[in-house]
């Protein structure tokens, strides 16, 4: 019963989605204000609706109700009750679903929040907001419904993916849809723009916290799904330029230009056409990513199934969103009124190269990851484009920016200095030289001779930042009481700026240490036989057979000893899942300090003995803590008062002095 | 500012313009040199394919052509309905790995004519097989069809 009526009130959902998307703009356009006003409370019952047709696909997989197809297909009453409930996602029907939910929810959220915006630009955007909506309930709908029946029913489900049965997967997929679904509104804002005619800087005020959201979640998000791949998969890499992987990340660019290009518009009133280009190109990027993972274009550890007509559906809606939107950006961005004029060396200038750069990054892996497809596609001929393109176009590109960051945080708006910045910079410079004789130093054999720039690089990351804020509240050069009354009235958003720059420092340092001074072993081990890594000793103690609530699995122990002194046990497994028959090897991560060790079981060797592959991953969590901490700074500025949504407050006189901010 | 707003405006787009033009290049030079071709041992045999080069092979593991030799070396057969190819790997193989199946390995063709691998493929699960695996598929070599053997 609950089925049928998840299933009902998607449909309704779609009839609501359907006069949302239409009687508001024609409000808009005959200046009824009844049909504007439409909009909020359609929002509002979308959202009831769609959450409760989530509810009801959760009771049949918490309920194990196999006859529910989808149930069936994906579950298993023997599988813990944590993954029954993931397991919902974990699958293209539910995922579509909580992507839907997700869209809806934002939708509501919009309504409710958005009080202060101008009520005809509020019309639009929740508008724009149910194209989009009804556009994926119809696909929903009419070729993935997760509500299909099946009778008899059959006795016993076949069980998700063991891969997927894991605590990453509740938190990955939702993570990555908040992030890739909240760019719908700075879309739907920047298309309501387009459609009225008029963008301002208010405009930017009000779409920076929604935007700011959005990438805090895919942030995370991205993080999530490349630790998860670290430790799941058993093959110690944290990121492939998986198709999948790029899916995610392209819109992670495109948003981070997007989000710089907005604080321009929002302080300058300047690059409008470029903050409202990019809104429209992240949220086709994630859309563009939909497509990618669900229409069987792609094949690799993420995607679904492949489905023809789906796919075909999905590049439809791709065709009419993005084609759309561009086509009306080209009939209508001439009436955008011209903004602030800037200096080539100044703030805006800095940012607009980093637009430039981010979105020219964005292209490389936009090649990248299509090429192969589109080559394919039209003669046949197979390639495989992997990392070695992506670290060759990608990496290099982005090194200029990651220079410019600390410069882009000195420089003053419409004007700046560059001689007097560098001269602030020059104690970041020289710490971020002393990193690199550190690095040189220390480092283990091997590695590219490069590696230690690669560590300096991360310190200017992190020291540059730090000094634009150290001089904000003059350390060093006045009363330290004055500098703790300076740092207790600096905005939040500058201590966040800090923050998610210094956290890519971070991930830098992370991302060079493991690339170059990684070791691995790859070898057979006896029980009692030691093998050696970086200094470490792991002694095999043998295997021994266990189960698990879905599972059967071999063992395998190993004693970690360092210089002779004991420092951990490790335990990796190779594990059968019965329902599915399918082999899984859960690898075993020990972690000391930054670094960890990492050892993957294989299979029995001839002769006794099994083959294993022992890493040692140098500073490798500093990845995914840079990643926490630019979440962590994104999360500061979202907090920041000035820039909630709604009629930004005059910013208080103490403030104004404290930061002694140029103009 | 001795720049006049148009000067200034064009010092931007060149800046910009020469970016882009720097990005293009970058971009194209380096997928003709890292792109990865995808051929059946079959073509190996016949196309004469470059040693040395970066390239996939895709085709059915021999039955019974797998050797597991000193250490974590291993060696094994990949065949479609023509041909087949000796392939050496030193690694742990992928969960899926099969002798009689359809496997996709990564590497160079070396000089001696024997496939050094430095990644092997495998399926995953009977909902998700990597694109090749697929056409391997297609072409009946995924369970040795029309196989002489």
């Known amino acids: 019963m609950m089925t049928e009526i998840g299933h009902f009130a998607l449909v309704l959902a779609l009839g609501v989605a359907i006069v949302q998307s239409i009687v508001p703009l024609w409000g808009l356009r005959t200046g009824d204000t009844a049909m504007m006003a439409v909009g909020r409370p359609a929002s509002l019952v979308q959202f009831a609706l769609v959450a409760l047709a989530f509810a009801a696909l959760t009771k049949a997989y918490v309920t194990s109700d196999f006859s529910v197809v989808n149930a069936v297909e994906n579950s298993h009453s023997a599988k813990p009750l944590l993954y029954k409930f993931t397991g919902v996602w974990g699958n293209h029907e539910g995922s579509m679903l909580l992507w839907v939910l997700i869209l809806v929810f934002f939708s509501a959220l919009v309504a409710v929040f958005g009080r202060s915006i101008p009520r005809t630009l509020h019309a639009a955007v929740l508008s724009v907001q149910a194209w989009v909506s009804s556009a994926f309930l119809l696909f929903i709908i009419l070729t993935s419904n997760p509500f299909v029946r099946e009778l008899p029913a059959p006795l016993e489900g076949k069980d998700l993916n063991p891969v997927l049965q894991d605590i990453g997967l509740a938190i990955h997929p939702p993570l990555l849809y908040l992030g890739y679904v909240g760019f719908s509104v700075a879309f739907a804002f920047a298309v309501a723009a387009l459609i009225e005619g008029r963008i301002d800087a208010a405009w930017a005020r009000w779409v920076r916290p929604w935007t700011l959201t959005a990438w805090i979640f895919l942030t995370a998000g991205i993080a999530m799904g490349s630790y998860w791949a670290y430790y799941e998969l058993g093959w110690g890499g944290w990121w492939y330029w998986d198709p999948v992987e790029n899916a995610s990340f392209m819109p992670w660019l495109a948003g981070t230009a997007l989000l710089h290009s907005a604080s321009v518009m929002e302080k300058r009133n300047a690059l409008k056409i470029w903050t409202v280009l990019l809104a429209i190109l992240t949220f086709s990027l994630s859309l563009l990513g939909t497509f990618l993972v669900r229409s069987g274009v792609l094949t690799s550890v993420h995607s679904f199934a492949s489905d023809p007509t789906r796919g075909v559906f999905i590049l439809t809606i791709l065709v009419i969103f993005i084609g759309g939107a561009l086509l009306l950006f080209a009939w209508r961005a001439g009436t955008l009124t011209r903004g602030g004029f800037f200096a080539p060396i100044s703030r805006e200038g800095a940012l607009v190269f980093n637009n430039l750069i981010l979105c020219a990054a964005c292209a490389a892996v936009f090649v990248g990851t299509l090429y192969p497809l589109a080559l394919e596609a039209i003669t046949g001929q197979k390639i495989s484009v992997g990392a070695p393109f992506f670290d060759a176009t990608f990496g290099k590109l982005i090194l200029p920016v990651l220079v410019a960051i600390p410069f882009g945080q000195f420089l003053a708006w419409k004007r700046g200095d560059i001689r007097a910045v560098s001269q602030r910079l020059t104690i970041a410079f020289g710490l971020a030289v002393a990193a690199v004789a550190v690095a040189w130093v220390l480092a283990p054999g091997g590695g590219s001779k490069l590696a230690p720039f690669g560590i300096g690089l991360g310190a200017w990351l992190i020291f540059g930042p730090a000094s634009e804020l150290a001089f904000r509240v003059r350390l060093f050069r006045a009363a330290p009481g004055d500098t703790l009354r300076r740092a207790a009235g600096l905005p939040r958003s500058a201590w966040g700026t800090m923050f998610a720059h210094m956290g890519v420092g971070v991930m830098v340092i992370g991302i060079v240490a493991v690339s170059a001074w990684q070791s691995e072993r790859i070898l057979v081990v006896k029980p009692g036989e030691t093998a050696e890594i970086a200094g470490y000793s792991l002694l095999y103690k043998g295997s021994e057979a266990r189960r698990g609530p879905n599972y059967t699995a071999t063992v395998g122990r190993f004693e970690v000893t360092l210089a002779g002194r004991p420092v951990g046990t490790m335990e990796s497994a190779k594990r059968l899942y019965t329902a599915r028959r399918m082999p899984t090897t859960e690898a075993a991560i020990l972690t000391r300090g930054f670094s960890q060790i990492y050892v993957s079981m294989g299979d029995p060797a001839n002769g006794g003995g099994r083959t294993v592959r022992i890493y040692h991953k140098p500073f490798v969590t500093l990845i995914w803590l840079g990643a926490l901490v630019m979440v962590f700074g994104g999360l500061l500025s979202l907090s920041d008062r000035r820039l909630r949504v709604g009629a930004p407050r005059l910013a208080r006189r103490s403030r104004l002095r404290a930061t002694g901010e140029a103009a | ?149």
Do not use: C
């Not at chain 2, 059946?40 to 597991?68: D, Q």
């Open chain 2, 1 to 149: 500012m001795a720049m006049t707003r148009k000067k200034k405006r064009l010092a931007m787009l060149g800046g910009a313009g020469a970016v882009l033009a720097l990005a293009v290049v970058l971009i194209f030079v380096s997928l003709k040199d890292t792109v990865a071709f995808f051929h059946f041992p079959t073509e190996f045999a016949e196309k004469k394919i470059e040693p040395g080069r970066n390239v996939r092979l895709g085709g059915m593991v021999k039955k019974g052509s797998v050797v597991r030799g000193e250490g974590t070396k291993i060696t094994f057969v990949v065949a479609d309905d023509k041909n087949s190819l000796p392939v050496t790997y030193v690694g742990i193989l992928p969960d899926l790995f099969r002798e009689g199946q359809g496997v996709v390995a990564e590497g160079k063709l070396g000089e001696d004519g024997v496939f050094r691998a430095d990644r092997v493929l495998a399926k995953h699960d009977e909902n998700y097989t990597p694109r090749e695996i697929a056409e391997l598929k297609e072409k009946g070599v995924w369970e040795g069809k029309d196989k002489k053997e």
